[in-house]
């Protein structure tokens, strides 16, 4: 079976402790780009993970890998250890660096280097399939964007690009004008939005967010839910319901499903609908989804019943 989707970018293995802890999880498997794909792969198996990774992924990757039929040409071994993430969560919900945590080395990010993507590999892999959408977790920098605009003036593909945190601040946003040329697809968290737009209220960053050229926007807002953002439309859609056990990639794994959804025709209600389903899929467990046929259905199906709830209360018809 052919790839439609590429999720690319960044591997971790992750571990959790929450307020009050003393212990953690065990580790999980994460990373932006694999939840991005698992909200891909919720919905369709014409995706593939295009990821540098370290030796050790095969421990956690193969078993879920091979019951999944997550194909695996696409990660490519830099080094000998994956992005190992020790998050300590808040009270508030947000989270840090555990500070309990002793790392393999002293130099530990350095393996966040070598974990980096770059255009002439993402260009591998979307000349060689039709491409309709890409994700991606990435900073500001001029060169990368440029060169991936070349790529996608070439292949054609849609980009859905998630912000990563250090480089949403105003004084960016030059060069966040210069991604906009190749990335029409965004996604965004309350915090991240607050510093690059300079602004602290909802309103104030969808209104920002409408002046912005992107066709669609993901505005995440945490444990409250999202915004289904356009330049003409907006609306807000509380969390979908489900059982809640650990927050870690929901942002990511929402913003794989919008892609997915935006780039298969949905409009602005259902995508941002499909996004929160499969926010809701990654939250029931730690780590990624375990088996993605076995909640398949049950994902569209929540879909529906929602899109049919919330068309009622905007009044679309």
């Not at 999880?25 to 014409?46: C, R, V």
């Not at 409250?224 to 990639?249: F, I, M, N, Q, W």
Request: net charge negative; hydrophobic share 35%.
């Amino acid at each position: 079976m052919g790839y439609e989707y590429l999720a690319c970018g960044n591997v971790m293995l992750d571990s959790v402790r929450f307020p009050g802890e003393t212990t953690r999880s065990q580790e999980n498997i994460g990373g932006p780009s694999t939840f991005a794909y698992s909200g891909i792969k919720l919905y369709t198996d014409k995706v593939m993970q295009a990821s540098h990774v370290g030796e050790d992924y095969h421990t956690l990757f193969d078993p879920w890998m091979e019951k999944n039929g997550v194909e695996g040409k696409g990660f490519d071994v830099k080094c000998d250890h994956c992005n190992h993430s020790w998050l300590l969560f808040k009270d508030d919900g947000t989270y840090e660096r555990d500070p309990e945590q002793v790392y393999f080395r002293d130099d530990w990010m350095q393996d966040f280097g070598y974990m980096k993507i770059s255009p002439e590999e993402i260009g591998y892999w979307t000349s060689r399939e039709p491409i309709k959408g890409i994700y991606l977790a990435q900073n500001v920098d001029y060169t990368f964007w440029n060169k991936l605009h070349e790529i996608q003036k070439r292949d054609g593909f849609k980009m859905m690009w998630e912000m990563e945190s250090p480089s949403s601040y105003f004084k960016f946003m030059d060069a966040v004008m210069n991604a906009t040329k190749t990335a029409s697809l965004f996604s965004i968290n309350i915090q991240e939005a607050q510093t690059l737009f300079n602004v602290q209220t909802d309103e104030d960053v969808i209104a920002a967010l409408q002046k912005m050229p992107f066709e669609y926007t993901l505005f995440r807002v945490g444990e409250r839910g999202a915004y289904s953002v356009t330049p003409t439309e907006c609306y807000y859609l509380p969390p979908a319901p489900g059982p809640v056990v650990d927050p870690t990639g929901c942002g990511n794994t929402s913003t794989g499903s919008a892609l997915y959804a935006w780039c298969e025709g949905h409009d602005a209600l259902m995508t941002g609908i499909m996004a929160n389903v499969g926010s809701s899929m990654n939250i029931r467990q730690y780590g990624i989804i375990p088996d993605f046929k076995e909640v398949r259905d049950e994902a569209f199906e929540l879909a529906k019943q929602l899109y049919s709830e919330y068309s009622v209360k905007y009044g679309i018809k």
